[in-house]
């Protein structure tokens, strides 16, 4: 059974910082994709940043580039996403999600796993 887990959302003021970590069981870590999304009430879901398995290479939506920092640990089959300068119009539902593609994918429907989300607001 594949399990994502996200954890270390929560609420912080803007210009704070967050660190979330998303554990996955049950699937080959290293060979899949691992991608960021987040969807804020009312919008649809929306590609935040994503690493290859060898984690040699990261993709960044525009929002994010030089705020947001992907990373992940594949002896501990977990992935992180670093957050700083977090601005009000960051909160969302932060979900992690694990795709078999290679090319930087960023369309939800590219990811086949997903983990159940962790809420992030940003207080201004």
């Known amino acids: 059974q594949v399990q994502l887990v996200e954890s270390g959302g929560g609420l912080v003021q803007a210009g704070g910082s967050l660190r979330l970590s998303c554990t996955v069981s049950?699937?080959?870590?290293?060979?899949?994709?691992m991608g960021w999304f987040r969807q804020a009430p009312g919008k649809e879901r929306e590609f935040v940043t994503g690493i290859i398995g060898g984690g040699g290479s990261t993709d960044y939506a525009d929002s994010v580039k030089g705020r947001f920092t992907i990373s992940r640990d594949n002896a501990k089959n977990t992935m992180y996403l670093e957050m700083n300068s977090l601005k009000p119009e960051d909160t969302a539902v932060y979900y992690c999600?694990?795709?078999?593609?290679?090319?930087?994918?960023?369309?939800?429907?590219?990811?086949?796993?997903w983990g159940q989300g962790t809420q992030v607001t940003v207080s201004s």
């Open positions: 999600a694990a795709s078999t593609s290679y090319w930087m994918p960023r369309l939800p429907a590219e990811y086949g796993y």
């Open positions: 049950g699937l080959s870590f290293n060979v899949y994709y």
